[in-house]
């Protein structure tokens, strides 16, 4: 057995043997870990039935209920005991106090009594049965402080979760996003469906992906980095509108904004365009900030460079704008020309200017797009749909009839940062035979993250996909949206992290 002892303070190891030799003493007087406790009632649903009583109103109703929780605050008489829902006091009369003196904050306990109004006005459950139901051999963080360290909250997420109000609202309010979310869809039809996490060709995004090897198959394999092209497949089988709430993984950088494993939902819809579905995200988000908010304004806060907090609203209950890549360009730039801009050696010569490193393989489509996300993407406050990407960076949306040399793509930024992407899909099974030749020359070209040539997903654009729209919404930004949440870690139970220990890494890689 590891001992995880061996980092923990002086103080800390002192208390941890006093916990020990507590549990220890437990267990010859018996099972020490008991599970034969039930509580019928949580701290919300108390608080919401009876918190409006009078104390003689409650005295004269005798209520008998069952808690159980992690006792959080000890004063002597009035402990209080936290469970998912919230804290409620627990009443211990002197005898009480003497029979649970080997109690410690952080111990799970069960408790039934008597529910009663103190005279401060506060719900309390009288201690009449009670049990230890597991001991906890690590002290809490300080009251006062709790876990206040960034990097401990995120590798001992089950302690923040503990101690910090903020990071348990932060995780409902994100399980609710996914539920409205997931509701929203069902209601209108579409079905949910599962695909593959390993795959042999990872497609639908471009992405380093993660490699892995199946030792049954004896074959490398690629954790996906979207599950975009057997999504369309499904829709070539005829299920016509599907979606799935999806785990990707792409080997790339951490940041704020990324994290290596994240979560998106991916829908597709036959016999629709892109223009139904901006109209569908639109709605969709208007009624997740609604339900999830209790109102369609989103209020956020950001620190200045000199250390003051700007707070910023958005407002989901207005029509979203619409602009071309170009046209945010144009409005961000008002020094550029839409001449210059349209002509390929004017496009680099504007990236030039601007100090954007151009490579010599980009055609124009790719030079535009280096300049709107240096110019323009991060003041793309208010929501904002951004449409008209050129063909050259997206590989599997359909052109458009008047113009071909953009597609019938969009991606929806707010607050600087895109949160979807969604085009009419490309269903010509030639055309996209030609687009993933170009992207394998873009690969043997030294791109990582361009696409492979998939022979599977041709055939199935040969046996015919119906005129479809499909869109991915990135679910850990939205949930930084919503929740005001500065880090992608934030709205991450579980982020990716180096390992703590130089031992814990040996013992990975053995």
Not at 215 to 242: H, S, T
Not at 392 to 416: C, H, I, Q, W
Not at 438 to 450: F, I, L, R, S, T
Request: hydrophobic residues 35%; negative net charge.
């Amino acid at each position: 057995m590891t001992d995880h002892t061996q980092n923990a303070q002086p103080e800390d190891n002192k208390l941890i043997a006093e916990r020990r030799a507590k549990l220890a003493e437990m267990r010859e007087q018996g099972n020490a870990f008991p599970n034969n406790f039930r509580r019928d009632a949580t701290a919300a649903e108390l608080q919401a039935k009876y918190g409006d009583k009078t104390k003689e109103e409650l005295a004269e109703m005798g209520i008998v209920v069952a808690i159980a929780g992690r006792m959080m605050l000890d004063r002597k008489a009035f402990k209080v005991v936290q469970d998912m829902t919230g804290r409620i006091q627990i009443y211990a009369s002197k005898d009480v106090q003497k029979d649970t003196k080997h109690w410690d904050l952080g111990d799970i306990v069960g408790v039934r009594g008597v529910l009663c109004k103190s005279g401060k006005g506060d719900l309390y459950v009288s201690m009449d049965e009670y049990t230890l139901l597991t001991k906890s051999l690590r002290p809490l963080p300080e009251k006062h402080k709790g876990l206040t360290d960034t990097e401990s909250r995120y590798r001992h997420r089950y302690v923040d979760l503990m101690v910090n109000e903020d990071s348990r609202r932060v995780f409902y309010a994100r399980s609710k996003i996914i539920s409205v979310m997931r509701q929203y869809f069902t209601e209108r039809d579409f079905m949910e469906v599962e695909t593959p996490m390993l795959q042999v060709i990872p497609g639908g995004a471009t992405a380093r992906p993660f490699v892995t090897h199946h030792n049954a198959l004896g074959i490398d394999m690629y954790l996906r980095i979207a599950p975009e092209l057997f999504l369309k497949r499904l829709v070539v089988g005829g299920f016509e509108r599907v979606f799935e709430i999806n785990r990707n993984f792409r080997n790339e950088g951490l940041s704020t904004r990324h994290n290596p494993e994240f979560t998106m939902v991916e829908f597709y819809q036959a016999y629709a365009d892109h223009n139904d579905l901006m109209d569908l995200t639109e709605d969709m988000l208007r009624t997740i900030t609604q339900k999830v908010l209790g109102t369609t304004t989103v209020v956020n806060t950001r620190t200045l460079a000199d250390g003051e907090e700007e707070i910023i609203e958005y407002d989901f209950g207005k029509p979203f704008e619409r602009l071309t890549v170009v046209d945010a360009i144009l409005r961000h730039n008002p020094d550029i020309k839409a001449a210059e801009l349209a002509d390929e050696a004017g496009a680099r010569r504007i990236a030039k200017d601007l100090g954007i490193h151009i490579k010599n393989g980009w055609g124009l489509g790719k030079v535009q797009i280096e300049i709107f996300e240096a110019t323009a993407e991060h003041r793309l406050m208010q929501p904002t749909f951004i449409t008209d990407y050129p063909k050259e960076v997206s590989p599997l949306a359909r052109s458009k009839d008047n113009d071909p040399f953009v597609t019938e793509r969009f991606e929806f930024f707010v607050g600087g940062r895109e949160i979807a992407n969604g085009f009419s899909e490309l269903n010509d099974a030639e055309d996209q035979a030609e687009r993933f030749q170009d992207q394998v020359a873009e690969k043997d070209a030294g791109d990582d993250e361009a696409m492979f040539y998939d022979d599977d997903y041709i055939m199935a654009l040969e046996y015919g996909l119906p005129p479809t729209a499909g869109e991915g919404i990135g679910i850990d930004r939205l949930a930084m949206l919503l929740t005001n949440s500065a880090s992608i870690r934030d709205v991450i139970l579980f982020p990716a992290m180096r390992p703590e220990h130089k031992a814990e890494t040996k013992r990975d890689e053995g």
